[in-house]
């Protein structure tokens, strides 16, 4: 079973940056597509972005421009480098899975956004 480990959130103001990580034990890791979703107070958790075949990216619109995600295969780890922060990205971030069954979710990493 593969472990995720998030880190990286904090508290910054408007406008900040933060580089989320998510450490994967496991050798599959590098064989799957991944993605960061978040989980804002009193919401569902929802898809942020994702990478696949190690270079295509997606993003939900509400980050696109601001957020960039990657990965090092060879650290099983993928990041997300989030830029001109906003109130409304706080939230916990958790990685995963981007298809099928997902892996067993970290804790994720909390991520506040003051105004």
């Known amino acids: 079973q593969v472990q995720l480990v998030e880190s990286g959130g904090g508290l910054v103001q408007a406008g900040g940056s933060l580089r989320l990580s998510c450490a994967a034990s496991g050798s599959i890791f590098s064989i799957n597509d991944m993605a960061w979703y978040r989980q804002a107070p009193g919401k569902q958790r929802e898809f942020v972005a994702s990478?696949?075949?190690?270079?295509?990216?997606n993003y939900a619109d509400s980050v696109k421009g601001r957020f960039t995600i990657s990965r090092d295969n060879a650290k099983n780890t993928v990041y997300l480098q989030m830029n001109s922060l906003e109130p409304e990205d706080t939230a916990v971030y958790y990685c995963n899975k981007l298809r099928g069954l997902p892996w067993a979710w970290g804790q994720g990493t909390q991520v506040t956004v003051s105004s």
């Open positions: 990478i696949i075949s190690g270079a295509i990216t």
